[in-house]
Structure formats: structure tokens, C-alpha cells
């Protein structure tokens, strides 16, 4: 039985590889990320890391050295969140939309295969689909970096689990608003929303709180807002942090977040499991 309900899931993290491949987003993703590594290629064929070191006025010794690739690590770190995240959540947004369109919804539903199995299995295939891409971008560059400076910053690898993760809680957003809205469109706007206004400004709400609202209400408020959306802004630090290697202070957003997901992946399932098709 068991047996049964894994191949069911495989089947299902494959047909959302199928789906994927077939709309030519994996191998849009797939096609950004290598002209990415390209670039990086050519810019470290073309440099010298003497010619580095000169630039920034330092000396040749293996601190100057481990300063300068945490520096290209970071100014990569930066861009490589924002710019994956946008893509992952473009290429996923319509996942769960296109699952629960007339005919196919029916299709899956007329087969004995639990709501619960199918959902997992289109959230373990896109999110699959966004960590290759996002390690293969990360490894590569990487492994240039490692290459060219003789210096191995594992550390760096750990921005690939970080990325997907936050990935994770976005594609459970997604799936929360395409089953209760059918619509692909809805769920990427309100996800691009979450991500590059909403989370960054609550991420000064301390600073608000104090000097912009004055309202014990208005401040309440903003609090429950804060805690009711995704803490993606300040995951993003704690990413950036790692990178340069510096020493996290603060874990609570991503201890947050982690329950927010739980708490929406659930309700997620709930909604699926007693919506008429």
C-alpha cells in the first residue's frame, strides 16, 4: 500500500517535470542561469586575481584573498535572491491553476490517488524543479570562484537550501490562492507583492511603530501584519549573512515563517480536500 502511494507521488513530481519542461520554463530557467554562469566565466578568464587585489589595495595575503571572494559572493548573493526568487515564482505560479482546470482536475480526481498525495506531489515537484535550478546556478559559480582563487567558502553552498526554502514558503502561498482562485495571475501578483513591498517595508515595523504611527491600534495592527505574512525580507538577510560569513544574531523570522507555512500548508490541504470540482 505504501509502495503504491510512493510510486503515485513519484508519478506526480514527474508529471509536474513533464509539465514544466513541455511550457519550456525549466529550460527558460535552465537558459537564464547558464547565461549567468557564462558571464561569470568570461569575467574570470579575463581577470587576474593580482589584478584584484591591486584594484582594491590590498596585499597578497590569504585574509586579502578570503576579503575578496566574500566580497564577489555577496555582490552575487544579492542579485542571484531576488533575481531566482522571481523567476521560481514566475515559472510555478501556474502549477495548482493549470492541476484544477475542467477535464484535468477530473482526470486526476477519476484515479485512485488520494487529494492529499497530489497536492504533496505538486508541491515536492516544484519545488525540486526551482532547487536544481537554483544549485546548478550556485555550484557552478562556485566552483569558478573556488577555481580561481584556491580557496573552498562551503558556506556559499548553503545559500542553495536557504533560496529554495524561501522558495517553499512563496510556492505555499501560491498554492493557497491557486485553489482558492483558480488563477495563476492572482497568486504571482500577491506573491510579488509579499516579496518586494509588503515584507520589506513590515521589516521596519519597529521603526514605524515608533515614529510614524502614533495609534496603539495602528500599531497592533501593523504587528499582526508582520506576523501574518511571510518574513521573506529578513530571510534574505540571514542569506546575505551566511554568505559573509557572518555570525547570525537573530533566527526568529526564520522559526516564524516556518510555522506560517506549516500553518498555511495545512490549511491548503483542508481547502483541497473539501473544494467540488
Do not use: H
Not at 513533464?18 to 542561469?33: L, T
Not at 514566475?90 to 497536492?119: C, V
Not at 532547487?131 to 548553503?158: G, P, R
Amino acid at each position: 500500500m505504501r509502495k503504491n502511494k510512493n510510486l503515485q507521488l513519484l508519478a506526480i513530481i514527474g508529471d509536474t517535470f513533464r509539465e514544466a519542461i513541455s511550457r519550456k520554463v525549466f529550460i527558460f530557467f535552465f537558459g537564464i542561469s547558464t547565461f549567468v554562469i557564462i558571464l561569470f566565466f568570461l569575467f574570470f578568464s579575463l581577470s587576474s586575481v593580482e589584478g584584484m587585489i591591486g584594484m582594491m589595495n590590498l596585499s597578497e595575503d590569504k585574509n586579502s584573498i578570503r576579503s575578496i571572494i566574500i566580497g564577489i559572493q555577496v555582490f552575487i548573493i544579492g542579485p542571484l535572491y531576488a533575481g531566482g526568487l522571481f523567476l521560481s515564482i514566475f515559472s510555478a505560479s501556474s502549477f495548482i491553476p493549470n492541476m484544477l482546470e475542467k477535464g484535468t482536475i477530473d482526470l486526476l480526481l477519476s484515479k485512485p490517488i488520494s487529494r492529499l498525495t497530489l497536492l504533496i506531489g505538486k508541491f515536492l515537484g516544484g519545488t525540486l524543479i526551482v532547487l536544481l535550478n537554483i544549485a546548478y546556478l550556485v555550484f557552478a559559480i562556485w566552483l569558478m570562484i573556488s577555481l580561481k582563487f584556491d580557496i573552498w567558502n562551503l558556506e556559499f553552498l548553503t545559500t542553495i537550501i536557504l533560496i529554495t526554502y524561501i522558495f517553499m514558503i512563496f510556492y505555499i502561498l501560491m498554492m493557497f490562492i491557486g485553489i482558492l482562485t483558480q488563477s495563476s495571475i492572482f497568486a504571482m501578483i500577491i506573491s510579488y507583492l509579499v516579496f518586494f513591498i509588503f515584507s520589506p517595508i513590515l521589516a521596519y515595523r519597529e521603526n514605524i511603530t515608533t515614529s510614524l504611527i502614533t495609534s496603539s491600534v495602528g500599531k497592533f495592527i501593523i504587528n499582526v501584519v508582520y506576523y501574518i505574512i511571510p518574513q521573506t525580507s529578513e530571510l534574505g538577510g540571514i542569506t546575505l549573512d551566511i554568505a559573509a560569513g557572518v555570525a547570525v544574531i537573530n533566527w526568529m523570522p526564520l522559526i516564524t515563517t516556518t510555522i506560517w507555512g506549516i500553518v498555511m500548508f495545512a490549511s491548503t490541504v483542508y481547502i483541497f480536500q473539501r473544494k467540488n470540482f
